[in-house]
């Protein structure tokens, strides 16, 4: 009678383990580096938390339009985004929403100290100087 009930409660195990990681999911985010330096690391943290995990970019991404594209597993939409350029410069772009779009713009580094996401079709930055 044991091995019919181990049988019976196999797929129940099964599917509680899919449904667990329901809500993670993973998206992917274009960067586009528009600044005039290079950025050379990028971190990441759900919004407001300031838990930021290093994200690698392999090589730096040039400044001037190099892009690069970055995969995000998260059960969260909405995090910061925290740069650091080659001349020693850090920016953090708040609040971006990796579920409404797919690409964010890093501004150059004159026109920002600090970004909060936008409510446009494109992550942050996209379109704002």
């Known amino acids: 009678m044991r091995p019919i009930l181990a049988a019976a409660y196999a797929p129940l195990l099964f599917v509680t383990a899919a449904y667990a990681d329901k809500g993670t999911q993973t998206r992917y985010v274009e960067l586009i580096n528009r600044a005039h ?3 050379i690391s990028l971190s990441i943290a759900t919004a407001g938390s300031d838990s930021f995990q290093d ?15 970055i995969e995000i597993a998260s059960d969260n939409c909405l995090h910061d985004f925290r740069f650091g350029f080659r001349n020693g410069q850090t920016v953090i772009y708040e609040g971006v929403d990796v579920c409404r779009g797919n690409r964010l713009r890093i501004a150059p580094l004159p026109a920002i100290a600090k970004h909060r996401g936008s409510d446009s079709s494109e992550t942050a930055a996209e379109g704002n100087p």
């Open 37 to 39: 330096d290079s950025v």
């Open 55 to 69: 994200k690698p970019l392999g090589a730096a991404l040039r400044g001037g339009g190099d892009s690069a594209t």
